[in-house]
């Protein structure tokens, strides 16, 4: 048993939030803090637009975990409000107050302050970004520190991010913290030089905190949980003859490798695929219609729909670039979607080319084209890749998920800490 955890996460994702309720149920959450959450038996949810309803919904918890919660939406509230009338300048500068950045750093300013006036044993659990004040006052309170970097480490990404502004100038502006400040990158430094222990959710994260300067902290691998596993994962099919089908789900950004996919389009014979895009765009749609005139843009979905469009694909394309752990592989992968994807998508342990997908180099087109044409070309083996598909993700339980993050936690605290 831990001593009780203080968790926090501005946005409240699909993983901080499958923890949250773990540690609820198991009786060891003090409080879980982030932005917003949303009552799903509220009216306001009638009246408002479908994808912003959606979207909220996300962050809907059970009435057991509602009594640990505490909220600090108005940030939040503005940077989605700006986002949905399309104010994208007014809420990506790093100086506005209703920045990604602003909602992070106010929340964990807000979890500090609860930190010191409730100074008892226990565990501070916070994420890259909002944890450097609320670490600082864990210290001085005596709480284990744990530190969850759900994506590759920054220096890693930095590097990444400067050899793709040269590769596709015009794709930079979606390479989201390609000009992060050096104050905002110290901050991250601080965060982890200050954990007792780091949690992240693939080797390929691993690999990037061995490698910079935060190299020697405790690390623990957990992988993410996944949804449950489809039962019939050979939907009704068209002709066999048609198009393959090809779905793409993400943030339209060249960190999701997407100016690769469409050059590997390109490589492609006329006709053979459609090619179906999910995801929030970064730049105007007419940006990515010129680059892949081809492409049926979706727009935003809420999940549900996601892993239906999942069902009825043939193939998920991901050649990201920077990942943690790409938790819509898994996805895919649970409602039987062979998936090609490169080894900087965190999922290595997952994949077994030939059987449920390929995984190809970063910055690597015609090994796209290559694998895409094989997909054409063995219409008839795709069925025995989907029953495959199912089966490799069929034990990642997202109460595995948090239970491995107890057990991390247990295995890196002194004794001292726990008793």
Not at 94 to 119: E, N
Not at 121 to 132: I, K, L, N, S, W
Not at 192 to 210: Q, R, T
Not at 406 to 419: K, Q
Request: with cysteine.
């Amino acid at each position: 048993m831990i001593p009780p955890v203080i968790l926090s996460h501005p946005t409240a994702n699909v993983f901080s939030l499958a923890l949250a309720e773990h540690l609820a149920a198991s009786g060891t959450l003090d409080s879980f803090w982030t932005s917003l959450v949303w009552d799903k038996t509220s009216h306001a949810g009638k009246f408002m637009p479908r994808k912003l309803r959606a979207q909220l919904e996300r962050r809907a918890v059970s009435p057991r975990l509602r009594r640990l919660v505490h909220t600090h939406p108005s940030r939040e509230i503005g940077r989605l409000f700006l986002q949905r009338l399309g104010l994208n300048m007014l809420h990506r500068h790093s100086r506005s107050p209703f920045s990604t950045q602003a909602v992070y750093t106010s929340l964990d300013r807000r979890v500090a302050d609860w930190i010191l006036k409730h100074p008892s044993p226990g565990v501070v659990y916070a994420y890259e970004d909002g944890a450097a004040t609320s670490f600082h006052a864990a210290a001085q309170t005596g709480r284990f520190r744990v530190y969850d970097l759900p994506i590759a480490y920054w220096e890693l990404r930095k590097s990444i991010y400067d050899t793709e502004a040269q590769r596709y100038p015009d794709w930079k502006e979606t390479l989201q913290g390609a000009d992060d400040s050096p104050y905002k990158l110290a901050r991250k430094t601080q965060e982890a030089l200050d954990a007792d222990l780091i949690v992240c959710p693939s080797d390929f994260v691993k690999d990037s905190i061995v490698q910079s300067k935060v190299g020697a902290k405790p690390i623990a691998v957990v992988p993410f949980g996944s949804p449950l596993s489809c039962q019939d994962p050979n939907p009704a099919s068209p002709d066999i003859g048609g198009p393959l089908r090809v779905l793409f789900v993400a943030s339209l950004s060249q960190r999701k490798g997407l100016a690769d996919l469409f050059e590997a389009i390109k490589l492609l014979p006329k006709n053979s695929i459609s090619f179906q895009v999910i995801g929030s765009l970064l730049k105007p749609l007419k940006f990515y219609l010129s680059r892949c005139p081809t492409m049926d843009y979706l727009g935003t979905m809420p999940r549900t729909a996601v892993l239906d469009a999942m069902r009825h694909s043939d193939v998920l394309v991901l050649p990201s670039l920077a990942e943690g752990r790409a938790l819509v592989i898994q996805e895919a992968l649970s409602q039987g979607l062979p998936v090609i994807v490169t080894p900087n998508t965190g999922v290595s342990d997952l994949m077994i080319d030939g059987e449920n997908g390929f995984t190809v180099p970063i910055r690597s087109p015609q090994y796209i084209a290559d694998r895409l044409n094989w997909f054409c070309e063995n219409r008839n083996g795709i069925p025995a890749m989907r029953m495959r598909s199912v089966d490799s993700v069929r034990n990642l339980s997202w109460d595995r998920y948090a239970s491995g993050i107890v057990n991390s936690i247990e295995n890196h605290m002194p004794r001292s800490c726990r008793d």
